[in-house]
C-alpha cells in the first residue's frame, strides 16, 4: 500500500535556524506532491506543490521543497525560521487517484 | 474569497447516538472530499463526491458511515451508533475536478469538526 512518511515528529528551533522537514513517499509512478501546514487554531492551508518540471519549488513564507525521485522525497526546507512558523506541517502525495495520502504530521516550534 | 465551511466546530455526544456533521465547499468546487484526523495519526481518506458521478466510499471504515451530497454542493457525514474510536477531527476539501481542464488542482481544507464520542 501506498505510504507517507514523515520521520521528524516534533522538531524545536531557535529563531534564525535552518529547517528541514523530511518526507518519503513509497510509490513508483508518478505523483504529485504536497506540503501543507496547519497553524494553531488554523485550517490547513497549501504551503507549496510539485506536479512537473523544476524539482525545486517554492511555496509561501520563504519555503520551498526538493523532489528528488531516485530517493522518494520531497523535504521541506527553509534557510532561517521564524517564531511564526510555529505550526503542524503534513507531507501529502497524490498518484492521480485525488486521494491525498498524508504523512502523521511534524510538529515544529520555533523559540522566540 | 470564503473558503471551505464546517458545522459544528466542536461536537460532543454520547456513545450510540447518532451524529451528521456538515461541509459546504468553496463556490465552483465540484470535488469534495472527507477525512478524518485522529490523535497522532495522519489524515485518512474517507469518501470522494465528484459532480454527479457515484462517490468513492473506498475510505468510509464501517457501514456506520456514510455520506451525502445534494445538489452537487453541501455535504453530509453521518455517523450511527457512534462509538469512543470515532473521537477525531474530520475535515472536509474541495478542489476543482480532477482529470480536466482543471487537473492537478490541489484541495482546500475546512477547519474541521472535532467530534468527542463519551
Known amino acids: 500500500a501506498q505510504s507517507v512518511s514523515q520521520h521528524n515528529h516534533h522538531v524545536i528551533l531557535s529563531e534564525a535556524a535552518s529547517l528541514e522537514l523530511g518526507c518519503n513517499y513509497s510509490?513508483?509512478?508518478?505523483?504529485?506532491l504536497f506540503w501543507y501546514v496547519q497553524y494553531p487554531g488554523q485550517h490547513l492551508q497549501l504551503l507549496l506543490k510539485?506536479?512537473?518540471?523544476?524539482?525545486l519549488v517554492k511555496g509561501i513564507k520563504g519555503f520551498e521543497a526538493e523532489f528528488i525521485k531516485s530517493k522518494f522525497s520531497f523535504n521541506l526546507r527553509k534557510p532561517s525560521v521564524q517564531w511564526s512558523d510555529t505550526a503542524e506541517y503534513f507531507c501529502?502525495?497524490?498518484?492521480?487517484?485525488?486521494?491525498?495520502?498524508f504523512g502523521t504530521g511534524t510538529r515544529l516550534k520555533v523559540l522566540a | 474569497g470564503a473558503g471551505v465551511s464546517q458545522s459544528p466546530s466542536n461536537k460532543v455526544t454520547e456513545k450510540g447516538k447518532d451524529v451528521e456533521l456538515r461541509c459546504d465547499p468553496i463556490?465552483?468546487?465540484?470535488?469534495l472530499y472527507w477525512y478524518r484526523q485522529s490523535l497522532g495519526q495522519g489524515l485518512e481518506f474517507l469518501i470522494y463526491?465528484?459532480?454527479?458521478?457515484?462517490?468513492?466510499k473506498s475510505g468510509l471504515p464501517s457501514d456506520r458511515f456514510s455520506a451525502e451530497r445534494t445538489g452537487g454542493s453541501v455535504s453530509t457525514l453521518t455517523i450511527q451508533r457512534t462509538q469512543q474510536e470515532d473521537s477525531a477531527v474530520y475535515l472536509c476539501?474541495?478542489?476543482?475536478?480532477?482529470?480536466?481542464?482543471?487537473?492537478?488542482?490541489?484541495?482546500?481544507f475546512g477547519d474541521g469538526t472535532r467530534l468527542s464520542i463519551l
Open positions: 501529502a502525495v497524490d498518484s492521480g487517484t485525488y486521494k491525498y495520502i
Open positions: 463526491f465528484q459532480g454527479n458521478s457515484a462517490p468513492d
Open positions: 476539501a474541495s478542489s476543482h475536478p480532477q482529470g480536466t481542464a482543471y487537473s492537478n488542482q490541489p484541495q482546500h
Open positions: 463556490s465552483g468546487h465540484t470535488a
Open positions: 510509490y513508483g509512478g508518478t505523483v504529485n
Open positions: 510539485y506536479f512537473s518540471g523544476d524539482p
